[in-house]
């Protein structure tokens, strides 16, 4: 009987155990909800942006938030607002200060400049404001429309791709082009 026993115990130990089922882990769940967030970015102790949303979820651990109604607002070194973007979400990653906006984006300056895409990157290292998405652009002086674009956070330096647009009044001479070149 004892041999049969030991012999039912060797026999259970080697036999297969089966699949054994996958270990699950938790939803990334957000470590807090904040109504009304806002925060400051400086350079050298100077204010350079202001980061605001209605409702963010923030991620400690991944040191991300994730941003519902955006409004992100750039400054010159006087203090003086360069230019105004909103978006219906963003997503700040919190090392390196890059904010990824999306869905119904506005870039405002106060000098009449609007620009309107779905998607923009604000790189705050290269200090820098890019898009690879369809675009529209508006002045005073000027309407256009291209399939991306790359500028500073004031849109002085504008670089586009894929542009199309009109230019209102005596026109611009394009780079590696001299008057009265075809």
């Known amino acids: 009987m004892i041999r049969?026993?030991?012999?039912?115990?060797?026999?259970?130990?080697?036999?297969?155990?089966?699949?054994?089922?996958?270990?699950?882990?938790?939803?990334?769940?957000?470590d807090q909800v904040i109504d009304s967030m806002r925060t400051v970015i400086t350079r050298n102790g100077v204010k350079t942006t202001e980061l605001e949303a209605d409702t963010a979820w923030i991620y400690q651990s991944r040191q991300v938030a994730?941003?519902?109604?955006?409004?992100?607002?750039f400054y010159e070194p006087n203090g003086a607002v360069s230019s105004t973007v909103t978006a219906d979400t963003g997503m700040y990653q919190m090392r390196d200060g890059t904010l990824d906006a999306r869905?119904?984006?506005?870039?405002?300056?106060?000098?009449?400049?609007?620009?309107?895409?779905?998607?923009?990157?604000?790189?705050?290292?290269?200090?820098?404001i890019r898009s690879d998405t369809a675009y529209t652009f508006t002045?005073?002086?000027?309407?256009?429309?291209?399939?991306?674009?790359t500028t500073?956070?004031?849109?002085?330096?504008?670089?586009?791709?894929?542009?199309?647009g009109r230019q209102r009044g005596p026109g611009v001479i394009l780079p590696d082009k001299s008057e009265g070149a075809p």
């Not at 026993?5 to 036999?15: F, G, Q, R």
């Not at 506005?106 to 200090?127: Q, S, W």
């Open 4 to 30: 049969l026993l030991v012999i039912l115990l060797v026999l259970a130990a080697c036999s297969p155990r089966g699949v054994a089922p996958m270990r699950t882990t938790l939803a990334d769940s957000s």
């Open 66 to 73: 994730d941003l519902k109604g955006v409004r992100i607002v």
């Open 103 to 128: 869905g119904n984006v506005v870039a405002t300056t106060p000098n009449g400049r609007v620009v309107k895409t779905e998607h923009l990157i604000f790189d705050r290292i290269a200090n820098q």
């Open 139 to 149: 002045s005073p002086t000027e309407e256009g429309s291209g399939m991306g674009f």
């Open 152 to 164: 500073d956070p004031d849109f002085r330096r504008f670089q586009t791709t894929g542009a199309r």
